[in-house]
C-alpha cells in the first residue's frame, strides 16, 4: 500500500485566473469538498431523484509569510488572496496527486476549478506564527481529468 503525506501536497492558486500557478505559501492543512445537492419527488413511478450541477470548495489554513515571492518557490500570499477577494477575482485553483520519487504514489486524482475567495481570516497570537485561512468555491465548470 502506498500512501501520501499531507507535506507533499499542493495546492495551486493562479489569482489572475490562468493557469500558472504557485503553491500556497507554507501550507498547513487543506481540504477539497466536492458537493451536489439533489431533488426528490416521490411519483407513482417510484422515487425520481434529480442532481444538480456539482461544486468544489477548498478550505486551506497556511502561515504568513511577509516576502512569499522571495521563497525558493514563490509562493501565493495572504496579500495576494485578500487583494483577489476584495476585488471579486475570479482564481483558478488546482490540486493533483503528487508525483513522489518520479513517480505517482496512491490514488491518481486531479481538481481544477476557477472559482471566488469567499472567506479569508486572518489570525494573530502572540505566542504563534500568524497564519490565514480560507475557502474558495467553485464558479461553472469542474475539470477532473489530466
Known amino acids: 500500500m502506498a500512501q501520501i503525506l499531507g507535506s507533499a501536497q499542493q495546492v495551486g492558486i ?4 490562468g493557469s500558472s500557478y504557485k ?10 469538498n466536492t458537493t451536489m445537492d439533489s431533488t426528490t419527488d ?15 470548495t477548498i478550505d486551506f489554513d497556511a502561515i504568513c509569510e ?4 522571495s521563497l525558493p518557490t514563490p509562493s501565493v500570499s495572504y496579500k495576494e488572496l485578500l487583494s483577489a477577494m476584495v476585488n471579486k477575482t475570479l482564481v483558478t485553483v488546482q490540486v493533483q496527486n503528487p508525483v513522489v520519487s518520479g513517480s505517482s504514489a496512491g490514488a491518481y486524482y486531479y481538481h481544477q476549478f476557477a472559482g471566488y475567495i469567499t472567506d479569508l481570516t486572518l489570525n494573530q ?5 500568524m497564519n490565514f485561512s480560507g475557502t474558495i468555491q467553485s464558479s461553472g465548470a469542474l475539470d477532473i481529468t489530466v
Open 42 to 56: 416521490q411519483t407513482n413511478c417510484g422515487v425520481l431523484t434529480s442532481p444538480s450541477e456539482p461544486q468544489m
Open 14 to 17: 493562479d489569482v489572475a485566473g
Open 23 to 32: 503553491p500556497l505559501v507554507c501550507l498547513r492543512t487543506s481540504s477539497v
Open 125 to 129: 497570537a502572540s505566542a504563534e506564527f
Open 66 to 69: 511577509t516576502i512569499a515571492s
